[in-house]
C-alpha cells in the first residue's frame, strides 16, 4: 500500500461508516458499486450488475493491469459508462463514492477484503465460498455486525426459487423427518498438468495476488482458475462447487449448530500433476439427529439418485426423510414417498438462469433496507456452511476423525486446531479484534 492510498484509507474508514449509514437510499436510487477480481466470476459480476436497474457499475479493482483494461471495456460497452479503475482495493475504498463492493477474488482474499470494506463503511457481496479458513468466518462475521454492513455471501442457491420451495416443504415436513443429508459435486475435472515457475507477466502485481498466502514464485498453474487446487489459496471442490451444496444439504436439514463429529477420507487420483487439493473425497458430518453425508468426484463417473444435471457433471442433493426423500438439482426437484417410491411431487426450474440476478438483487434490496435479515445468504449463514467444508478438509488433511464442541473447537488436537487458520503474511493479517 502506498503511503497516499494507506492515509486516505485511514482518514476514510472512520468518517466513511457514518456517512454511508446516514446515506437513505431511495426506491430509485442505484447502488454505486466497486467489482473487485475480474476474472472468470469477475466477469460474471460486471454482466450481472449491469443487467440491474438498481446497481451503478462505480469502480473496478484488480491487481492485473490487463484485466482492469479488459473489464472497463466490457463495462463501457454494457452501460455506456467508464467506470473508475484501481490496482488496490484500498484505493477505491478510499472512494467516498462508493457505497458497496463485491468481491470476486480468490478465497484467500474473502475475509481481509471484507473487513476491510464493513471498516471503510461500505456493504459487501463476496463470493463463496465465505472464507479460506474457520478463523477468517468468525472475523468476517464480527465486522459485519461491529460496522452494521450488509454482507452477502454469493451461495446464489439460497435465492432460486424451486430451491427456496423445495426447502419450504423439507421444512412443513412432507419428508417426515430428516435423517440423512446427501451433498453431491460429480464435476469432471482434467488434469492441470506440470507447469514450470516463470517470470511474473507484465502488469500483474503477483504480491499483491498472494497478498495473505505464503510468497510462491508465479507459476501459471497458480494463477487464474487453477488457484482453486493449491492449499494456499483454494479449498478443493468441495470448497468451490461443493459449498452450494453443502449449504443446502445443511439447510434442508435444519442443521444451524456445530456438528459433533466429522470424518473425511479420499485422496488424488490417476492424475500425476501439481495439483494439492483431492479429487475424490468422502465427507460425513454428524449430528445428533441427522447427518450430512457430502462426496466429491473428479473423475469420470455415473450418476446418482436420477439428478439430471447432465453428463459429465452430477451436481445436486438427496434428502431422506421417515416418509420419502427428495431429489434436488438445478433443473428442478422430485419428491418420491412411501414404501413404494411413488412420485408426489416435482417442479421444474425455470429454463433461463436467474439466480445471479436473484440473488444480487436480493442484497441490493438489503443495502436500501438497512436490515441484515432480509438477506437470503447473510455471512451469518453463510459462515456456518463454509466451515462444514473446512471441517472436511481438516479431517482429511489430519487424516483422522475430528470431536467438535459446540463452539466448534477440537479437543486435545493442535494439529487440526492449526488448520483452522493460517500463518498470514505481513502486511495481509486478518485484524482481531476487527
Known sequence: MTSIARRHFLQYSTAAIAASAGRILGANDRVNIA??????????????????PQARIAALVDVNQAARERGAALVKRLTGAEPKTYADLREALADKEIEAVSLATPNHWHALQTIWACRAGKDVYVEKPASHNIHEAARMVQAARKYNRMVQVGTQSR????????????????????????????????????????PVPPGLNWDAFLGPAPMRPFNENRYKYNWHWFWDTGNGDIGNQGVHQMDIARWGAGLDSWPTHAVSTGGKFLHDDDQETPNMQFATLGYEKAQIMFEVRGLLTPGEAGLRSGSPHTIGNVFYGSEGFLVLDDEGYRVFKGEKRELAKEEAAPREDTANAAHMGNFLAAVRSRKSADLHAGIELAAMSTNLCHLANISYRVGRELSIDRNGAFANDPKATALQTRSYRTPWTIPDPV
Open 35 to 52: 467489482i473487485t477480481g475480474l476474472g472468470g466470476r469477475g466477469t460474471d459480476h460486471m454482466e450481472s450488475y449491469a443487467a440491474l
Open 159 to 198: 435465492s432460486e426459487p424451486h430451491i427456496r420451495r423445495a426447502m419450504e416443504l423439507l421444512h412443513t415436513g412432507a419428508l417426515g423427518q430428516i435423517h440423512l443429508a446427501k451433498g453431491l459435486c460429480f464435476k469432471r475435472r482434467l488434469s492441470i498438468g506440470q507447469k514450470p515457475d516463470a
